[in-house]
């Protein structure tokens, strides 16, 4: 295509964009999202808009069909995570809280603080706490997992399961975990 042809393509296009953009709407299609002078001459090697369909603007996903649209400066409400349980989260801080009654017998810190305890696995018959060691071989594993299956006990009436975990504990998490 040569210098001049593709100039007065430019110019047209830059007339056809200023005369759809003095293009007065009627009353029932002002309400649309949208009317641009790409609905009213879309550019080179894009096919028109049919009939009957809204134009969607650049970077926003379609609007699935049944939804109402959001009005324009109000915040979408929240919507509840299904995964999330208020009272279940609660339940575990609650563990948490108790677990920090024990206490590592080397270091003298709390297992939470610590960040022995990896997680709490809270079921409907039974519950399960997973744990590191400081060490592989710690000397006091066994009374540490007992204290830790006592103390989730204490405030979960069901039985609990103390489960070590073979990952390695690093003491740059000390603190960070929950």
Do not use: H, N
Not at 156 to 171: C, G, I
Request: overall charge negative; hydrophobic content about 45%.
């Amino acid at each position: 295509m040569s210098k001049t042809t593709a100039a007065a393509e430019a110019a047209q296009d830059a007339t056809s964009a200023e005369t759809a953009a003095e293009t007065v709407v009627p009353a029932e299609t002002a309400a649309e999202p949208t009317a641009s002078a790409e609905r009213a001459a879309p550019a080179a090697g894009e096919a028109a808009q049919p009939a009957g369909e809204a134009a969607q603007p650049a970077g926003e996903a379609a609007q699935p069909a049944g939804e109402a649209a959001q009005p324009a400066g109000e915040a979408a409400p929240p919507t509840e995570d299904p995964e999330f349980d208020v009272g279940r989260r609660a339940t575990e801080l609650a563990v948490l809280d108790a677990l920090r009654s024990v206490i590592d017998p080397e270091l003298g810190l709390d297992v939470v603080d610590l960040a022995l305890i990896r997680q709490i696995v809270i079921g409907k018959d039974s519950s399960e706490v997973k744990m590191v060691l400081t060490t592989p071989f710690c000397p006091y594993a066994g009374s540490m997992v007992q204290q830790i299956k006592d103390a989730a006990e204490s405030v979960l009436d069901q039985p609990v399961k103390v489960t070590v975990l073979a990952e390695r504990w690093d003491p740059r998490e000390a603190g960070l975990m929950w």
